[in-house]
């Protein structure tokens, strides 16, 4: 499990996060929902201790990792892969290349190996015979699946997902969201992720986390995240102009 008690986060005199609290159950497709500038990759990058809280605390499993640093925070990074929202591929190399590159930075795997981890998760994700192609020669919707082949490299039991679907049409978005539905069933990973894809993302998720003003504001299941009373989230979900959030963004 992941856990987030009471966090809190400002960059100068921006309060992102104002005690955000939330239990992410092992084995889940955890949605975070909120409008934009509202603190979700913030919290991703907590997740993963790229950002330290100011105050508050962040577990995975029984290990606080706030206050981590060195091997015993690689080690628990070694945990997570994630998905970043431009996929942050290396222009310079191939797909093979960029793929392949945790297992060259972080293992004594042979190229052998390599090779064969490489070629199975292109394959997983529905990718094959493009090793030497650049990110610059494919589509949108091809650069993504390579960056989610090189998160699930590692093998790692989370996997984090900031905003996967950005940029794509609707027929990508859908792709792209069963894409992650089958990997889950398949590896057992718990995902974590935040879009702005609504109601489509609510087909994936089990569990969604609604952010507003540096806290969550309402947790359940889609369904009753769908249901919910609440007129701050009503107004997210349906996108209507009147309401406690004014003008959506």
Known sequence: MIRVTNLHKSFGHQQVLKGLTLEIPDGSVYVVIGRSGGGKSVLLKHLIGLLRPDQGEVWIDDEEISKLHGRAL???????GMLFQ?????????????VAFPLRE????SETVIR???HERLAQVCLSEIDEKF????SGGMRKR????????????FLLFDEPTTGLDPIRVNAIHKLIGDLHRLLHITAVVVSHEI??????????????EGVVVATGTPAEIQASPNPVVQQFITGRL???????E
Request: aromatic content about 6%; charged content about 25%; cysteine-free.
């Open 106 to 109: 972080k293992t004594r795997l």
């Open 135 to 138: 990110p610059s020669e494919l």
């Open 146 to 157: 390579v960056a989610l082949a090189r998160a699930l490299i590692s093998e790692p039991e």
């Open 74 to 80: 690689n080690r628990v990074r070694s945990r997570f």
């Open 242 to 248: 009147e309401g406690p959030l004014g003008i959506t």
């Open 86 to 98: 431009g996929g942050a591929l290396f222009d310079s190399l191939t797909v093979y290349d960029n």
């Open 116 to 118: 064969e981890k490489v």
């Open 199 to 212: 109601p489509e993302i609510f087909s994936l998720a089990t569990h969604v986390a609604m952010l507003h």
